[in-house]
């Protein structure tokens, strides 16, 4: 059997080649069209049972068949798995298109809407149908047929020109190797990042060292590096990944056609396009018809108001950075090269510990246990680790996780992928492989089962290395900790779901902008010593962070937290700017307009070669666009959901009455009522922004 075709357990990686996804692809597509073709002549009146439910199952087997590609094409990209997604990426897409567009389809939901069935429904059913019903006319359903063609055309080419653009930057920081044979240019880097770097010198059969684009070679090098040369040469490798500018950057000179910059143009283009066909005047408009946010004028005054409360704290923190470059390191000019190492050295000096004398108390041996524990104990849950050998992975660094009730009843399942690697794309993910529902099995059809999630949690961090005869394990800097809780976040509320329709279980019908609820809400943790006391120990001695240690920590954890959230807030303007009010057809290209949103709202200027846009993967290859606000949005809803657990009369905020509460009322009822509504359940009124600036170190304000 084509292991893409089985959906009796779990993916069998293992299996899967290239080879397979095309006849796996075309029966599944065949087998919906005729379904749906039954479907759409059955005379009966359409109810859940009849009408809904078949489309879902089938629907389901899909999603679940193209999403284990999408994941292997995402963590061990090959040229031939490449070119076998890109070649069924637009099937895929002309299905789901052509079923949004479907009128039959669409009155049979309307019909089933104003049916006496549909208030006998579950509140999660109904949810669903409204969400279809919306979703119909976000597809162009109501579309003359001439404009649904083109809007078939429009939906086909975005998607080809996301996968593009996504290749494009993985082999612009692939492409980019720097080669360093003289060890006293290397001066400032820490050992294990050395260490690194000559395996991957030695692996390549060279000598010296060989340092690259992805976050765990590149970022301590630009944050401990004293060669200031060597920090810019990797500066402008870095920030001009996939433009007209990385041939210059690479010590080859040719990059091929990476080029991003007419990619993006053309997606604007289409998105506008499309924008217009369904009747907005702008993408943005259509990208908030899905989320909480009501309108872009909405989103960009929000925006505005905490641009407004941050830019005081970012001149303070630019005027503190400048002034120790040039009075302790004698830099008299502050480059962009400059910034993570000068911040690190004022960090050592202000606070007295570096990131990496705090690493050295984050072993991956630590983390995992400290971060399972810390759930385990709010939602009285159980998470078991399954042995290797008895279940098929992509790769050697993943491994498969259990999480069980208090009976020992299955919930749910994780994969985890922590290591950064040639072919994997960069950054922290969170996906689901199959999400929770009921079912109909059994010998005789008619037995009802619940089909537990399984979630993809994956993250670019430095693996284990060599350290003398052993294997030193994984050591996380504190904000990879902070990612790598993040990311379980959103796991949790894909797997704790007590959801059992598909369309609004776990994550699936979460309001975009609500969907970062979760996962900003477990950072907070980072931040305890109730939890930090329990999970930090030292990679060599096993002992304990001293407490000394964590509070130099948290007096630091708003240092320079004015410049961090003006320059998320600068992203957010510019992405929504760009899908609201920027003519795509006129003469201002995107990296104009950000230049612009720069000059209104930064404090630090990049140089004029920064192609920011070029590697915007959120919002040009990803599900982002004019979406990007939403980490600040519900950024919101985190923080004041978190100051319920602060506030808990004992004094601890791992409580499990406050957790039981927040997986009721948040995390198990998924996408099924709409997320404020959730919000008001679990924290009694509506949500307020104090918990947020508090949480940032920005109230009051600064003298």
């Known amino acids: 059997m084509n292991p893409l075709l089985d959906f009796s357990g779990l993916p069998r990686f293992a299996e899967i080649r290239p080879e397979h996804i095309t006849p796996a692809v075309s029966q599944l597509l065949g087998d919906n069209r005729a379904l749906i073709g039954r479907v759409r002549e059955d005379t009966d009146v359409p109810t859940w049972d009849n009408f809904v439910q078949p489309m879902a199952d089938a629907n389901e087997r899909l999603s679940r068949a193209w999403g284990q590609v999408s994941h292997l094409n995402a963590v061990v990209n090959t040229p031939e798995l490449r070119e076998a997604y890109n070649a069924n990426l637009p099937l895929v897409t002309q299905y789901y298109a052509e079923l949004a567009q479907d009128q039959v389809l669409f009155e049979k939901f309307k019909e089933l809407r104003g049916s006496r069935e549909f208030e006998g429904l579950s509140s999660a059913r109904k949810k669903v149908i409204e969400n279809e019903l919306r ?36 082999d612009a920081t692939n492409a980019f190797v720097l080669h360093v044979e003289d060890a006293g240019e290397l001066s400032g880097i820490p050992d294990d990042v050395l260490q690194t770097a000559r395996e991957v010198a030695a692996r390549d059969n060279a000598s010296g060292w060989k340092f690259t684009l992805h976050a765990p070679s590149y970022l ?6 004293d060669n200031r040369k060597l920090r810019e040469k990797m500066y402008r490798a870095y920030s001009t990944r996939a433009s007209e500018l990385n041939a210059a950057a690479l010590p080859s000179g040719d990059t091929g056609n990476l080029d991003n910059t007419p990619l993006i143009a053309r997606i604007l283009e289409l998105r506008k396009e499309e924008s217009q066909l369904l009747g907005f005047e702008c993408y943005a408009e259509v990208s908030l018809a899905t989320k909480m946010a009501s309108t872009p004028v909405q989103v960009l005054d929000f925006l505005g108001e905490l641009a407004d409360k941050a830019r005081p704290y970012a001149e303070r923190d630019l005027k503190e950075l400048s002034q120790f470059a040039a009075e302790k390191l004698q830099l008299d000019t502050l480059e962009a090269w400059d910034l993570a190492y000068v911040s690190e050295k004022l960090r050592l000096e ?35 680790p399954v042995e290797a050998t008895t279940v098929q992975l992509w790769h050697a660094d993943a491994k498969l996780f259990n999480i069980g009730d208090s009976e020992g009843k299955l919930l749910g399942r994780f994969y985890l992928d922590l290591y950064a690697r040639p072919g994997k794309r960069g950054g922290g993910w969170m996906d689901d492989a199959i999400s929770r529902r009921r079912y109909v099995g059994g010998a005789d059809n008619r037995e ?24 030193r394990p994984a050591l996380f800097t504190h904000d990879e900790v902070i990612t790598l809780f993040h990311e379980f976040g959103h796991g949790l509320h894909h797997l704790l779901t007590q959801v059992d329709d598909l369309g609004v279980s776990g994550i699936h019908g979460v309001e975009w902008d609500a969907v970062e609820l979760p996962s900003q809400f477990m950072e907070n943790f980072c931040w305890e010593w109730e939890v930090i ?30 410049l961090q959230m003006l320059r998320q807030l600068e992203f957010a303007l510019f992405d929504m700017h760009l899908h609201f009010d920027f003519d795509p057809y006129g003469q201002k290209t995107a990296q104009q307009l950000l230049d612009e949103v720069r000059e209104q709202v930064a404090v630090i200027i990049p140089p004029a070669f920064n192609r920011f846009p070029n590697s915007f993967s959120h919002i040009f290859g990803g599900g982002y666009a004019a979406g990007y606000y939403s980490y600040k949005w519900a950024e919101v809803l985190s923080a004041d959901a978190y100051s319920m657990f602060e506030e808990n009369p004992a004094g601890t905020v791992v409580d499990s009455e406050t957790g039981l509460r927040f997986w009721k009322e948040i995390l198990a009822v998924g996408g099924s009522r709409p997320t404020l509504e959730s919000f008001i359940a679990f924290r009694g009124r509506g949500p307020e922004i104090n918990a947020l600036l508090r949480h940032n170190g920005m109230a009051p304000a600064p003298a």
Do not use: W
């Not at 001695?541 to 240690?549: G, K, V, W, Y």
């Open 350 to 384: 202000r606070y007295a510990f570096s990131e990496q004398e705090v690493k050295q108390y984050f072993p991956e041996t630590s983390v995992l246990p400290g971060m399972f524990g810390l759930v385990e104990n709010l939602y009285g849950i159980n998470i078991t």
């Open 135 to 170: 979703d119909f006319r976000l597809g162009g359903a109501e579309l003359p047929a001439e404009k649904k063609a083109r809007f078939l055309q429009i939906q086909e080419e975005l998607s080809a020109l996301g996968s593009r653009f996504n290749d494009n930057l993985l």
């Open 448 to 471: 009802y089962a619940v089909q537990a999630p399984v979630a993809y949690l994956n993250c670019n961090f430095s693996g284990p290395v060599p350290h003398g005869e052993k294997v």
């Open 533 to 562: 006391s329990r999970m930090a120990r030292h990679v060599d001695t096993d002992a304990s962070m001293p407490r000394e240690l964590f509070d130099k920590m948290l007096a630091g954890k708003n240092f320079q937290s004015g």
């Open 220 to 225: 301590p090098l630009m944050q401990y590096a």
